[in-house]
């Protein structure tokens, strides 16, 4: 009889015993890979290799040509201005991180991410505190110093982009949440806006558009991998929504609204600064015209009194 209880018996619950075992603590969660991560698509798997391997060419590039010396890999055009090391390593190792992803190192992955972030923050503050942190000429002394800019330092609008990089592949290599797939998609939001309106800059000639007043100038490297970076992440939040859900996820509208402020932001910063060039300009015409009338009207009186004396020393012999 007892037998025949035991065998009826149900096995216990694997529910039930997952459920009773210790939880991690709250901040180990952030490290530990998904343990049943949804396998990406084919089209999102090459998207995500696609911006991985460009941003990892586009770093290397930067940093051969830093220790070669080989002016066209970190300046495309003598117009543009030159890639700081440090944002060159930011996106070879931002690459990195990306490329990971498929593979399902996230570990690795997360511990790549979180340089490119930090790296990105300290010069983000380092612009808006005035500190140095000493990180500009870290690994490498520059011989290109960047006009009204600090040698080796990553304008604030790559810093921006860098650490926008960092935080979405950060995520990227998290658990899988609703709000995990509303930041990522706020980041490639901001990113492909920034991105978007450096391009338009370049290919229209608009300076101020990738220029952010006073810093160093952003470099068309930058904003060609910020682009491709800023669709991976917006896909990959699209694509890693629940097949449950509605065809349109609940923060696309605030998503939306971000990159749109972002954008405006962005372009009312630009118009600001470029109306204060034309102002400038237009009073440096003004006063070099005011400057040649003082000096022609100067140079008359000047004339016209020298003449005077003339006369007068004439006379004066003459009465003599």
């Known amino acids: 009889?007892?037998?025949?209880?035991?065998?009826?018996?149900?096995?216990?619950?694997?529910?039930?015993?997952?459920?009773?075992?210790?939880?991690?603590?709250?901040?180990?969660?952030?490290?530990?890979?998904?343990?049943?991560?949804?396998?990406?698509?084919?089209?999102?798997?090459?998207?995500?290799?696609?911006?991985?391997?460009?941003?990892?060419?586009?770093?290397?590039?930067?940093?051969?040509?830093?220790?070669?010396?080989?002016?066209?890999?970190?300046?495309?055009?003598?117009?543009?201005?030159?890639?700081?090391?440090?944002?060159?390593?930011?996106?070879?190792?931002?690459?990195?991180?990306?490329?990971?992803?498929?593979?399902?190192?996230?570990?690795?992955?997360?511990?790549?991410?979180?340089?490119?972030?930090?790296v990105g923050s300290l010069t983000v503050l380092e612009h808006f505190t005035g500190w140095d942190f000493r990180i500009d000429q870290l690994l490498l002394t520059?011989?290109?110093?960047?006009?009204?800019?600090?040698?080796?330092?990553?304008?604030?609008?790559?810093?921006?982009?860098?650490?926008?990089?960092?935080?979405?592949?950060?995520?990227?290599?998290?658990r899988s949440s609703p709000w995990r797939r509303f930041w990522i998609a706020t980041c490639g939001s901001i990113l492909l806006a920034l991105g978007t309106v450096a391009l338009v800059g370049y290919t229209m000639g608009l300076t101020t558009t990738y220029d952010w007043g006073y810093f160093t100038r952003v470099s068309v490297q930058g904003a060609v991998v910020f682009v491709l970076v800023a669709a991976t992440f917006l896909i990959y939040a699209w694509q890693a929504r629940d097949r449950l859900e509605a065809e349109a996820p609940r923060w696309l509208p605030l998503l939306m609204g971000v990159g749109v402020a972002a954008g405006t932001l962005y372009l009312w910063q630009t118009l600001f600064h470029q109306e204060r060039a034309l102002f400038d300009r237009t009073m440096q015409l003004a006063l070099s015209g005011t400057k040649d009338e003082i000096e022609a009207r100067l140079e008359t009186r000047v004339l016209t009194l020298e003449n005077t004396a003339k006369r007068w020393e004439i006379w004066g012999h003459s009465s003599r």
């Open 1 to 118: 009889m007892n037998e025949v209880q035991l065998q009826d018996r149900p096995p216990p619950s694997r529910e039930r015993a997952d459920s009773d075992a210790p939880e991690p603590i709250w901040w180990r969660r952030w490290f530990v890979p998904p343990e049943h991560p949804r396998p990406l698509r084919p089209v999102l798997r090459s998207l995500i290799g696609a911006s991985g391997a460009l941003s990892l060419l586009a770093g290397a590039l930067v940093m051969i040509g830093w220790h070669a010396q080989k002016q066209m890999l970190v300046q495309v055009a003598p117009a543009f201005e030159p890639t700081p090391y440090n944002m060159g390593m930011a996106l070879l190792i931002a690459g990195a991180a990306l490329l990971l992803l498929p593979l399902g190192l996230h570990r690795l992955g997360t511990t790549f991410a979180a340089i490119v972030t930090g």
């Open 142 to 174: 520059h011989y290109f110093v960047p006009e009204g800019g600090a040698p080796g330092r990553m304008s604030i609008y790559s810093a921006i982009g860098i650490t926008l990089i960092g935080v979405g592949a950060l995520l990227m290599h998290q």
